[in-house]
Nanobody, 115 residues
Framework: QVQLVESGGGLVQAGGSLRLSCTAS????????MGWYRQAPGKQRDLVAT???????NYADSVKGRFTISRDNAKNTLYLQMNSLKPEDTADYYC?????????WGKGTLVTVSS
């Protein structure tokens, strides 16, 4: 069974930075894609960024140049460095793992950006 646990969310002022982490445990296969998604109140869950284990990255246009996704394969840990945060970045941020046709989600961590 795969578990994903996020950490690092919190309250930050606009222009500030936060670093999210997600640690995966369980049976993790060598080829997978990990990513961050976010969901603001009353809105759908949207892609923020993804990264393959080969370190190929993909970002939503709204975060390009401000957010950086990375991973430590040895530790099965995913990171999201968020800089120049804006109030519209406020959301629950979810870690995602895709492998062998399965989709796994963490419980989320709340990021609140005050203006």
């Amino acid at each position: 069974q795969v578990q994903l646990v996020e950490s690092g969310g919190g309250l930050v002022q606009a222009g500030g930075s936060l670093r999210l982490s997600c640690t995966a445990s369980g049976s993790i296969f060598s080829f997978n894609v990990m990513g961050w998604y976010r969901q603001a109140p009353g809105k759908q869950r949207d892609l923020v960024a993804t990264i393959t284990n080969g370190i190929i990255t993909n970002y939503a246009d709204s975060v390009k140049g401000r957010f950086t996704i990375s991973r430590d394969n040895a530790k099965n840990t995913l990171y999201l460095q968020m800089n120049s945060l804006k109030p519209e970045d406020t959301a629950d941020y979810y870690c995602n793992l895709k492998m062998r046709g399965m989709n796994y989600w963490g419980k989320g961590t709340l990021v609140t950006v005050s203006s």
